[in-house]
């Protein structure tokens, strides 16, 4: 196996660089399940003017920030509505359902991220005692590195208000679709009642996501968090990175979206591989193969250094840590596999 591997199983693989590191090591701390936490504030505060929400809570991960938005929106014998292969419906272990008896309704779907409409219109249940209470409507974007269009969302959120629901954002990979789209991340988070935002993906932060709403759901939001254990002491430590995340390393994801493209752009080429074309594509590449094993595939890139993921489809992802020459050596690895065929 080789030295240095290069990691394209996900963005979640980067590492805080130095800088980074050293703006952790200096971080103001104080106890923050005090409200104490200045750097946490500092945190909190900014991402709320970046993306135009009340309020909002710093939590260890994004699995808890969703699950922590669930349980804010919604109570014991609600439903809320996602996609079925949506990272809350499917990825999360249920939690809803185990701490929340929140009943989980999943939509079709396609790799570009958007449920249909139709589908979603009749989901939702009607009042009355034989039903669930549909509650909640739940979108993720980036979906599969896809950034939903904007008039996409402008309709979600059009039909979400007409039929009197909430609307939660999983925007762990937001800033990419901001990125992707040459528009603010408020253009596309502000209108929702909640979003999800992961520090630890393409931004690089070592841990921390962030919860965004109203002042009075952000406040049944830290209950939640400390009831599911994730209230911390001086995560001033974690936020610092998260702050420095976002001042430094939004813009610069347009460098992981150009490696991607390029190396989509080869794929396509090959007729070994069937590339899936997505509308806003931003840091991954999704494909599958024409013939052959998938697992031999993935064996066959670790062996010459590359590590991805066994996933239908398979995704490379793009990320801070993947260099042009690490691309370009991609490129070739996999032009040799489909011509060994
Ligand atoms: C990674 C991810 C999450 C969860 O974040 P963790 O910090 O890994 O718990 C949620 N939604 C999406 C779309 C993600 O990619």
């Not at 980074?20 to 500092?42: K, S």
């Not at 974690?238 to 490696?259: M, P, S, T, V």
């Not at 890139?301 to 050596?329: N, Y």
Request: hydrophobic residues 45%; aromatic residues 6%.
């Amino acid at each position: 196996m080789c030295a240095s591997m290069i990691e394209l199983r996900s963005d979640s693989f980067t590492k805080p660089c130095t800088t980074m590191r050293l703006a952790m090591a200096e971080a103001e701390v104080g106890d923050d399940q005090y409200g104490e936490d200045p750097t946490v504030r500092q945190l909190e505060t900014s991402a709320c003017a970046l993306l135009h929400f009340e309020a909002g809570v710093f939590l260890p991960s994004g699995t808890q920030a969703n699950l922590v938005a669930l349980l804010s929106h919604c109570e014991r014998g609600d439903e809320y509505i996602a996609g079925q292969e949506s990272h809350i419906l499917k990825w999360e272990g249920g939690g809803g359902a185990i701490f929340g008896g929140i009943q989980p309704q999943s939509v079709p779907a396609d790799h570009s991220g958007t449920i249909d409409f139709n589908a979603l219109v009749s989901a939702i249940k009607p009042a009355g005692v034989f039903f669930p209470r549909t509650r909640l409507l739940c979108l993720e974007d980036t979906f599969w590195g896809n950034a939903l269009p904007l008039d996409y969302l402008a309709q979600f959120l059009a039909l979400a208000k007409t039929r009197g629901l909430l609307a939660h954002l999983d925007g762990a990979r937001l800033f990419n679709a901001a990125v992707r789209q040459g528009v603010p991340p408020s253009r596309i988070a502000a209108e929702f009642d909640s979003v999800s935002v992961c520090l630890s993906k393409g931004l690089g932060a070592p841990a921390g996501s962030l919860l965004l709403s109203s002042e009075q759901t952000i406040r049944a939001a830290r209950r939640w968090r400390k009831l599911l254990g994730g209230a911390m002491r001086q995560s001033g430590v974690l936020a610092a990175a998260g702050l420095f995340a976002l001042r430094n390393n939004i813009e610069r994801l347009a460098e992981d979206h150009k490696k991607a493209a390029v190396l989509l752009e080869c794929l396509s080429e090959l007729p070994a591989f069937e590339v899936l074309h997505q509308s806003l594509p931003t840091n991954m590449v999704l494909f599958r193969l024409r013939r052959g094993s998938p697992e031999a595939f993935v064996e066959r890139m670790a062996t010459s250094g590359v590590r991805i993921l066994h996933t239908d489809p398979m995704r490379l992802v793009f990320h801070k840590d993947v260099s042009w020459e690490q691309t370009s050596r991609v490129v070739e690895v996999m032009r040799n596999i489909a011509d060994a065929g």
